[in-house]
């Protein structure tokens, strides 16, 4: 610690990446998730495998590390991505916010962990409605720093509420722990006097999600990585935000945050730099998608002949990470249809159909109805005769990925069989973020010919060990989180952007 003095840092947040056009959630998504309140924050930052966000136990971490301090725990939500959170609900946690801010008394800091693209039912910033409500409460001269997702999508009232916004810098995230340590170096640096100097611009980008993958190769992760270069002495942190198209907001657009130390101008003139190149690049965030026919034609080869090499097909259009919800069928019938040998699909969200399993029992066949509800214009009803083949509770620790140490909770789940496809059906919606998810009931993407997860990226991260990338296909279905933007009713949407509007054109901020 810079000083003997004890800090106390308040530690809070709502975490939603919300999805306009997919139904509301409430209480019961956040507690499927992570709902924490006070102490149970810290216990469970603590473990060793954690039910919450990784950016709140690396903040813990460096913390305890740098000595005695007083954590002031609040209240933590967490929902998987879904649609606007109602305003009920949001309205709660708000007001535990406030009245724990107030009842805490003197702070020294103040530690938000957010997503960042949330929206509730009566408001599009819900993130700069937290940060502003704790700016109002502890003042002018309290650190407030919030760590987001990169799929932020940043209002003026975020960056103005906060001392330092801190991006994650892969997608898939493996650095949500490491954010969070970088959050708690950024507050020990201004416990030791540093008064941080932002600097924000957006550019109107608005890429489809599967072109903001991070890795070598990635127009993003080029810019991301570009962006680390200028970290230094007088850059203490510069973040790119690629955001979330689906949230439908007037903030929706690639955002570059620059922070400096002590010198505005410098920040101001890195963030320009950023900005200038990032648009300069804007051709490369193009769609590359691979039509389900072919797709099912790739899988009944790779089945067929054992000489070629095993594939991994992914669902962005139904990405649960995105506010899919995790059962359309198109995938799963032209695959059963094609008559596909050995194939591994995962995981499909219906809770009816685990309900049907458990009641029927291992071993037993049903008459299976893939989709019972019809939650929206996507998720069209597929029946086909299955063999339930295992049951489960569906709590695991993951080993790999996104979910490497952490709890992760599938709700009571089973494996179904139909001829030459085996899937994994769950009741808490998620998407399908490593092998584990199929390990958990022993079965292994590996050595299966062919391998379906509901994703649109986050499952690389899980599967990297198992599949390069030019053995994963990107299947171009219908879906709420369809990559082909030009096909939802956009409302408050900025037009035009790139690369919805072809046309569209973009000048830098004067120096």
């Not at 990446?17 to 997919?22: I, K, L, Q």
């Not at 309290?142 to 960056?159: E, K």
């Not at 955002?255 to 963030?271: C, G, L």
């Amino acid at each position: 610690m810079p000083d003997k003095q004890l800090k106390r840092i308040a530690i809070l947040g709502f975490n939603l990446e919300t999805n306009r056009f997919s139904p509301e959630c409430g209480e019961r998504e956040f507690r499927d998730r992570g709902l924490f309140y006070g102490e149970d924050i810290s216990k469970d930052a603590r473990r060793p495998a954690p039910v919450i966000n990784g950016g709140i136990c690396g903040f813990y971490n460096v913390m305890d590390a740098a000595g005695p301090w007083e954590p002031v725990p609040i209240v933590f939500a967490s929902a998987h991505p879904n649609g606007p959170a109602d305003q009920k609900f949001f309205d709660h946690i708000l007001d535990t916010m406030r009245k724990g801010l107030e009842k805490a008394g003197k702070l020294d800091g103040v530690y938000c962990c957010e997503h960042g693209a949330g929206l509730s039912s009566e408001n599009d910033d819900p993130d700069g409605e937290v940060f502003a409500l704790v700016r109002r409460i502890v003042g002018p001269g309290v650190p407030v720093i919030a760590t987001l997702d990169l799929h932020a999508n940043v209002s003026d009232r975020m960056v103005a509420s906060t001392d330092i916004l801190i991006a994650y810098r892969t997608n898939p995230h493996v650095d949500a722990y490491e954010r969070g340590q970088e959050a708690a170096r950024c507050m020990l640096e201004m416990f030791a006097g540093v008064r941080p100097k932002p600097a924000s611009i957006r550019i109107p980008l608005v890429a489809p999600s599967v072109t903001l993958l991070t890795a070598e190769g990635h127009p993003y992760g080029d810019l991301i990585r570009r962006g680390q270069t200028r970290v230094g002495p007088d850059i203490m942190n510069v973040s790119i935000l690629g955001g979330f198209a689906w949230s439908d907001t007037d903030r929706n657009g690639m955002t570059i945050i620059v922070t400096a130390r002590e010198d505005a101008a410098k920040a101001k003139a890195v963030a320009r730099e950023l900005a200038i190149a990032g648009w300069a690049d804007r051709e490369r965030y193009q769609t590359r998608m691979t039509g389900l026919a072919d797709a099912a034609r790739m899988a009944l080869e790779a089945g067929r002949d054992r000489k070629r090499p095993n594939l991994l097909f992914c669902d962005p259009a139904d990405n649960p990470g995105g506010g899919g919800r995790g059962n359309t069928t198109y995938v799963l019938q032209a695959f059963v249809e094609a008559g596909v040998e050995d194939a591994l699909f995962g995981v499909f969200n219906d809770a009816a159909l685990v309900e049907t399993a458990f009641k029927a029992g291992e071993g037993a066949k049903i008459d299976a109805r893939f989709n019972s509800a019809e939650t929206n214009e996507f998720s069209l009803p597929f029946t086909a005769e299955t063999v339930v083949e295992k049951l489960s509770d569906g709590q695991f620790v993951g080993t790999a990925g996104m979910v490497k140490g952490r709890t992760v909770q599938l709700g009571r789940s089973c494996l179904l069989s139909l001829g030459g496809v085996r899937i994994v059906v769950i009741s808490i919606r998620q998407q399908c973020l490593s092998n584990d998810y199929f390990q958990h009931f022993g079965l292994d993407a590996g050595k299966a010919r062919s391998t379906v997860v509901k994703s649109r990226g986050h499952f690389r991260a899980g599967f990297q060990h198992l599949f390069p990338p030019e053995r994963i296909v990107e299947i171009d279905v219908p879906g709420l989180t369809s990559c082909n933007l030009a096909n939802f009713p956009w409302k408050k949407l900025p037009r035009p952007v790139y690369p919805m509007d072809p046309e569209t054109s973009w000048q830098p901020p004067a120096t």
